[in-house]
């Protein structure tokens, strides 16, 4: 009786495995890449189909609305002052912690506080944890 068991055992897992290569996707062999080693054809970028006066006059694709147009580039001078200071380096928080605090800009206190209440913060979380 044990081995009659174990024979339809054996046909159960065995159908399991067929269905299971049976079941997964398979893709047709014409959907492969053409062209030569590494695909440089294929990662070439395309050539822009806007003429060099749009290119410098609006900023295609900054559009957000569906009857919109593409806003158009300003003189620096109509931009705002802060507007070019985004992209300047800030201080981390191990440099602050290096300076004194009482001789920092503000805007440098502030990123201060910022930055030791979360480092603070996440210490805290780490020490709570449950392992």
């Known amino acids: ?9 054996r046909g159960i897992v065995i159908t399991k495995e067929a269905v299971g ?5 398979t893709f047709s062999a ?13 990662d070439a970028p395309k050539a822009s189909s806007l003429g ?3 290119k410098s006059t609006t900023t295609v694709g900054a559009n957000i609305l569906k009857d919109g147009t593409d806003p ?4 620096d001078s109509e931009y705002p002052d802060w507007l070019w200071r985004l992209l300047d380096k800030r201080p981390a928080l191990s440099e602050l912690r290096r300076k004194n605090i009482e001789t920092l800009p503000f805007e440098d206190l502030k ?6 209440n979360r ?3 996440k210490e805290n979380n780490f020490s ?3 392992n």
């Open 111 to 116: 990123r201060f506080v910022k930055l030791d």
């Open 72 to 75: 158009k580039v300003l003189d």
């Open 30 to 42: 014409g959907a492969k890449k053409k062209g030569g080693k590494g695909g440089a054809a294929a």
């Open 119 to 121: 480092a603070r913060i």
């Open 52 to 54: 060099k006066e749009v």
């Open 128 to 130: 709570k944890a449950k």
């Open 1 to 9: 009786m044990a081995m009659n068991c174990i024979k339809s055992l």
């Open 21 to 25: 290569i049976v079941d997964r996707r």
